[in-house]
């Protein structure tokens, strides 16, 4: 039987007839939210760092990170195939000279299929969106926009810098230059109810977006979210209330939509809290389980067809 939700590995098998896997890229761009142009402390849950591939070094190039990648993930997962995915950071963060050419050397490399840009809703504009809309005449190519809860309130607390609104913005924006949007959502966020995390996911589902990514809050090592942690200001989900959480979301998204992650990983040396997350597999499984035991799939309770894509 086939999953009982859409994930992006069978999306690309469907598109390109095989496996395709991802290999991040570092391109040494900043955050707005960290260089002191927004705020200087980030969103308080983040350590781009620990995105990084331990086999980089640092001031490797597009090309340099892609043979390696490539060559260790195809070992791997057998895959010939590969997404160029500009993951850590803010990726449309430089001047358009120079994201041109980043990008451009990602598209030129023989294995790269399609080109995946992980953004800030404030950070992509018409300029940069043209120059998106042309590199996907020549090859597949989406961005993925973070948005982690549809709650201003929840975003003042995390820091994030932007509002609900300015995602709404750069939602309509992109979809005028007919360039697909994942977003990216983090369940468990402090001061959060189930019914909160839920509302996020019903906007997100009417915005008709092409693509998902579901992430657990993990309390990362030095952040200001740890600090948060240990002074008790909130409870990390435990992992049968995660997946209760995804199914429920599942549930209500389009049955088209993308699910590029049920859940994130942090490597163990940066990770404090909750520690089932170490264990990606648990948390798929589980998540499988509850939506066989609950006989339910994703699209279950969407039924506004008329507003997709
Ligand atoms: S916008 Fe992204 S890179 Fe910037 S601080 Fe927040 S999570 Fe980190």
Known sequence: MKERYYPLSRYLKERFGRRVQRVTLYCGFSCPNRDGTISEGGCIYCVPETLLP????????????????????????RADKFIAYFQ???NTYAPIERLEGLYREALRHPQVVALCISTRPDCIGPAVLELLARLKEEKHLWI?????????????????????EDFLKAVELTKAYGIEVCTHLILGLPRETKEDMLHTVRLVAELG??????HQLDVIRGTRLE???????????????????????LELLPPKTTIHRLCGSTPAEHLVAPLWSLDKERV???????????DTFQGRLWNKPERRQ
């Open 54 to 77: 331990a086999a980089y070094s640092s001031g490797m190039t597009i090309t340099e990170q892609l043979n390696t990648g490539t060559r260790l993930l195809g070992r791997r997962y």
């Open 88 to 90: 850590i950071n803010t």
């Open 144 to 164: 993925e926009l973070g948005l982690q809860s549809a709650h201003n309130r929840t975003l003042e607390l995390i820091n994030r810098g932007h509002s609900v």
């Open 209 to 214: 977006l092409w693509g998902v990514k579901f």
């Open 227 to 249: 600090a948060l942690y240990r002074e008790g200001f909130f409870k990390p989900l435990e992992l049968e209330a995660y997946a209760e959480c995804v199914v429920e979301s």
């Open 284 to 294: 798929r499984k589980r998540i499988e389980e509850l939506l066989k035991e609950r």
